[in-house]
């Protein structure tokens, strides 16, 4: 028996996993810093019965226990190891974003014009955020059981691609999925999500904001999809909200507790802001004569950033899409109906660099050393290259909106945490074994493991198989480990797979194979999965 006492205060006794011998049990080391998964109120968690789904509850969240290999550097402003530091210049990734409110519609079929798969240069990362995804009782239940129906289109359109669900957060009818190219996976590490509720004062998430954050090749980045108060009178209130959710949205993170902490920050989705003033001929004759400028200094989004000085902070590209709301369904016409709703830009999506702060006098000299001519400052360069909309699609009464960003930036490091690699030949014919090598000082958990997926696998939970990492002595860096995984768990079909090592406290996969082959199994013939080949004729 294990007795356990959280940062809370909880105490657990607890039976070591698979039943291993309590001396065998991997051993916890206190730690000032020490980090929980920082699933608290209006956080998520998963449910049980795999690897990412194990957890123990207590009054503040989830805590695991954990391990430490060596002792860390735990000052401040350290939120995680910076790893083998690059010396060249900076490397550009590209970002797509899409806010769609989808009106309770399912998925259309074709969701490649949404996605502009075959963009030149080619996507490094997509963040769709989506509001008003049909969320009645007994969907939303369903949906908490598996995933749901934007989602799975979403992937299956997008792992063929090589692209793999980071994570995703949902509250309600507000959804935000954050997917990378598979090159970058070991690169995206300490994720986490929250919510926050601003339907009927704050009690009912139909209105609010769910976001997620994360580090990228070591700098901080936080996406937030909103959907504030409706109607043409509510613009103060869309501001409040808009405010409250910056201020009150918090992580558990040293740096970065909350928001606008993070160097850059995406916020967007359905914020309802209207045009004032005009009346409805006007608004139409102003759109289908193409001089939207006309309507630009009555939008009440940018009027409002006239006043507010925290909207100051953000930028946000040229309106020179028509407005995308409210349209007939399956159509290209504005609201028909006896409400005729005027025409509105609700949908948008803004961008927040972290200011600079002023150094104190005393720190002027060391300030100027420690920027780096601004590099280390101000490492990531944002430029928006298209903001539009795409009209094509007619399932909702709004039009999604596109942005995609350019993101300069001088990775922090280039090496991933774990270096894995498959040893020998596998088939399902006889046991196989993986080496892998922690590469970098990191806080590991007793349940961190090594998955095997499949080539074009959709996220880190769609594992063919798994093995829990060596449970006994505590690995060095740089130390070679093999674990052993059962034949009966190796796919009897052939095929390109690929190994990643999940680490539970960064909840990402931080370190990955090379693919590789595993053989057809010869118990694939004898079960009748393939045919018997004889002469070179199917038996």
């Known amino acids: 028996m294990l007795r356990f006492k959280s940062r809370a205060g909880c105490v657990w006794d607890l039976e070591p996993r698979r039943g291993t011998a309590e001396s065998e049990v991997r051993g916890t080391k206190e730690r000032r810093n020490s980090q929980t998964t920082g699933l608290a109120a209006g956080k998520q968690v998963q449910s049980p019965n795999s690897p990412l789904e194990i957890f123990i509850i207590c009054a503040q969240g989830v805590c695991s226990f954990f391990r430490t290999p060596q002792e860390k550097h735990t000052d401040t402003g350290k939120e995680m190891s910076t790893g083998r530091l690059r010396s060249g210049g900076r490397d550009k990734c590209r970002l797509h974003m899409v806010t769609w409110n989808v009106a309770t519609a399912e998925p259309p079929e074709d969701v490649t014009s949404l996605l502009q798969l075959d963009v030149q240069p080619p996507t490094d990362l997509y963040v769709i955020g989506l509001q008003e995804v049909n969320s009645t009782p007994v969907r939303f239940i369903a949906d908490l059981l598996v995933e749901d129906s934007w989602s799975h289109v979403l992937m299956d359109t997008l792992a063929p691609r090589g692209f793999i669900k980071v994570t995703s957060v949902r509250m309600q009818g507000l959804l935000l999925l954050v997917f990378a190219k598979q090159v970058h996976l070991p690169y995206i590490r300490d994720i986490q999500t929250t919510y926050t509720r601003t339907g009927i004062f704050g009690y009912w998430g139909n209105k609010g ?37 910056l201020e009150t949205q918090d992580f558990d993170m040293d740096d970065t ?16 802001f209207r045009i004032a003033d005009h009346g409805l001929h006007f608004l139409r004759s102003s759109i289908n004569s193409g001089r939207l400028n006309l309507l630009w200094s009555k939008d009440q989004l940018i009027m409002m950033k006239k006043k507010e000085a925290f909207l100051q902070e953000f930028e946000e590209g040229p309106l020179n899409f028509k407005p ?9 016409t504005y609201d028909t109906s006896g409400k005729k709703r005027k025409p509105a830009w609700t949908d948008r999506i803004l961008w927040r660099i972290k200011p600079k702060t002023p150094p104190m006098e005393d720190d002027d000299e060391k300030a100027s050393t420690l920027t780096d001519d601004g590099q280390d400052e101000y490492p990531i360069v944002v430029s928006q290259d298209k903001y539009t909309s795409e009209m094509s699609y007619g399932v909702s009464d709004h039009k999604p909106v596109i942005a995609t960003f350019s993101l300069e930036l001088r990775k922090c490091f280039d090496t991933p945490m774990v270096h894995i690699s498959p040893e020998g030949v596998w088939s399902a014919d006889q046991d196989a074994a993986l080496n892998y090598t922690i590469q970098e000082d990191f806080m590991s958990s007793t349940w961190d493991w090594i998955g095997l997926y ?3 696998f959709k996220s880190a939970s769609d594992y063919e198989t798994f093995v829990w990492v060596r449970e006994n002595d505590l690995p060095e860096t740089n130390e070679d480990i093999q674990i052993s995984v059962d034949k009966d768990e190796i796919p009897l079909l052939g095929g390109q797979y690929v190994l990643g090592y999940y680490s539970t406290n960064m909840q990402s996969i931080i370190g990955l194979s090379a693919n590789f082959q595993i053989l ?20």
């Open 209 to 245: 904001g769910v976001s997620v954050r994360f580090s990228f090749y070591g700098h901080m980045v936080c996406f937030l999809n909103c959907h504030l108060a409706a109607h043409m009178n509510y613009a103060l209130e869309r501001v409040d909200e808009f405010e409250h959710i």
């Open 257 to 272: 507790p909350h928001v606008l902490d993070h160097k850059v920050v995406f916020c967007f989705g359905d914020l309802n």
């Open 324 to 332: 995308t709301y409210k349209f007939d369904r399956n159509s290209n």
């Open 454 to 456: 499949k080539v074009g």
């Open 520 to 539: 057809e199994s010869k118990r694939a013939v004898m079960e009748g999965l393939v045919p018997e080949i004889i002469n070179g004729l199917n038996k």
